[in-house]
């Protein structure tokens, strides 16, 4: 399981392992994801990609304050 900031889905619990997400898209803009296509993500937990503990650090530094959103979860039969 993972979290995702930014970014709208429908998710079937009960569907087959590879059909339980669909219709992902950003919230900003509300431009749909290609499955084809390939993305830059940040994880907050060790493995490959850029962690997001420090970008997030580095960001509110230079912001000062942030403000978040809960985005949207659509839940299919």
Same mark, same amino acid.
Do not use: C
């Given at each position: 399981m993972?979290? #995702?900031a930014g *970014?709208?889905?429908a998710i079937a619990p009960g569907a087959p392992e590879g059909a339980r997400?669909?219709?992902l898209a950003l919230l900003a803009g509300g431009r749909a994801?290609?499955?084809a296509e390939e993305i830059?993500? #940040?994880?907050l937990q060790a493995?490959?990609?850029t #962690? *997001?503990?420090p #970008?997030?650090?580095?960001y509110i530094t230079r912001r000062g304050q942030v403000t978040a959103t809960p985005a949207p979860v659509v839940v299919k039969g």
């Open positions: 993972m979290r #995702a *970014l709208s889905f997400i669909s219709d994801l290609d499955p830059t993500v #940040a994880l493995g490959d990609g #962690a *997001l503990e #970008a997030l650090v580095r």
